[in-house]
């Protein structure tokens, strides 16, 4: 994470992947590739053996901590802390006083746009037909419209956003959650989302495009995503941190019932919570 974001012009070579390559960049962007998908498929192999273990009741109230691993747990949310304490949260204080709040708007709308997909995907696995016409709607809108999604003009029509992914769709089909996990970057997080997050990678087309040689525009989105979240929850989370006895256990608690509210389609009356 850094506080100055600086963007230079780029080439993009869009190669799909299993076509012919020739030239020894895209023969070394394949290799990193296929080394990622190495460690992406056995962790959503060990996340679907953990959550298959899960139970039913999960899905329906966080009715106990469900946090075995808490000692583990702890410790990489303290670690996570004090990587905030010292890049995330001044980096994002340096977001917000260098960009203008109407460009931030346009780069959250522009991220948001890239996840239509994804969002669609689940929407039509969920049978939510409804929500998946008017995700495909919000898409073709701010796409044009929007200018890339640099505006949110399908809000504006009446097509309100709303987020699914795997995690969620699995809890649908009525896979537990499992235990509670805190992973640095990713946050606070269970079995099944992490298969959900590994399973939305496949979803996601920009996954199957070749960025020219240096593949660094992956790692930028990712990047300014998390960059962008942290500066709009400052306020949000400095405010649970001051408040609670036990930062771990609020942080714990409030990831679950945003994930419950998320689940059941925002039918469950939960306060105003920070976009984990």
Same mark, same amino acid.
């Given at each position: 994470?850094?506080?100055?974001?600086?963007?230079?012009?780029?080439?993009?070579?869009?190669?799909?992947?299993?076509?012919?390559?020739?030239?020894?960049?895209?023969?070394?962007?394949?290799?990193? +590739?296929?080394?990622?998908?190495? $460690? $992406?498929?056995?962790?959503?192999?060990?996340?679907?053996?953990?959550?298959?273990?899960?139970?039913?009741?999960?899905?329906?109230?966080? +009715?106990?901590?469900?946090?075995?691993?808490?000692?583990? =747990?702890?410790?990489?949310?303290?670690?996570?802390?004090?990587?905030?304490?010292?890049?995330?949260?001044?980096?994002?204080?340096?977001?917000?006083?260098?960009?203008? +709040?109407? $460009?931030?708007?346009?780069?959250?709308?522009?991220? =948001?746009?890239?996840?239509?997909?994804?969002?669609?995907?689940?929407?039509?696995?969920?049978?939510?037909?409804?929500?998946?016409?008017?995700?495909?709607?919000?898409?073709?809108?701010?796409?044009?419209?929007?200018?890339?999604?640099?505006?949110?003009?399908?809000?504006?029509?009446?097509?309100?956003?709303?987020?699914?992914?795997?995690?969620?769709?699995?809890?649908?089909?009525?896979?537990?959650?499992?235990?509670?996990?805190? $992973?640095?970057?990713?946050?606070?997080?269970?079995?099944?989302?992490?298969?959900?997050?590994?399973?939305?990678?496949?979803?996601?087309?920009?996954?199957?495009?070749?960025?020219?040689?240096?593949?660094?525009?992956?790692?930028?989105?990712?990047?300014?995503?998390?960059?962008?979240?942290?500066?709009?929850?400052?306020?949000?989370?400095?405010?649970?941190?001051?408040?609670?006895?036990?930062?771990?256990?609020?942080?714990?608690?409030?990831?679950? +019932?945003?994930?419950? =509210?998320?689940? =059941?389609?925002?039918?469950?009356?939960?306060?105003?919570?920070?976009?984990?």
């Amino acid at each position: 994470m850094v506080s100055e974001i600086k963007i230079r012009p780029i080439q993009l070579e869009f190669v799909v992947l299993g076509s012919p390559a020739s030239t020894p960049g895209v023969r070394s962007a394949k290799s990193q +590739q296929m080394n990622v998908l190495k $460690i $992406i498929i056995p962790a959503l192999l060990i996340g679907f053996l953990l959550a298959g273990c899960a139970t039913q009741r999960a899905v329906n109230g966080p +009715q106990d901590v469900n946090d075995p691993f808490e000692k583990f =747990n702890r410790a990489m949310f303290n670690a996570t802390l004090a990587m905030d304490r010292v890049v995330l949260r001044p980096s994002a204080v340096a977001y917000r006083r260098a960009v203008p +709040q109407s $460009i931030r708007d346009s780069v959250r709308s522009f991220l =948001n746009n890239l996840d239509t997909p994804i969002i669609l995907t689940n929407d039509v696995l969920q049978g939510e037909l409804g929500r998946a016409k008017t995700t495909f709607l919000r898409g073709a809108v701010n796409s044009t419209f929007g200018i890339g999604g640099l505006f949110d003009v399908a809000e504006k029509w009446g097509l309100p956003r709303h987020r699914e992914d795997f995690g969620q769709t699995l809890a649908i089909y009525g896979v537990g959650e499992g235990p509670y996990l805190f $992973i640095p970057l990713i946050g606070p997080a269970n079995p099944r989302d992490l298969v959900g997050y590994g399973t939305d990678f496949f979803f996601d087309p920009l996954t199957y495009v070749q960025w020219g040689e240096e593949g660094y525009v992956p790692f930028a989105r990712f990047g300014i995503d998390l960059l962008d979240l942290r500066e709009r929850n400052i306020e949000t989370l400095d405010e649970i941190q001051k408040s609670s006895l036990d930062f771990y256990a609020s942080v714990r608690s409030l990831y679950r +019932q945003s994930r419950i =509210n998320e689940i =059941n389609n925002g039918s469950t009356t939960v306060e105003d919570l920070p976009d984990f």
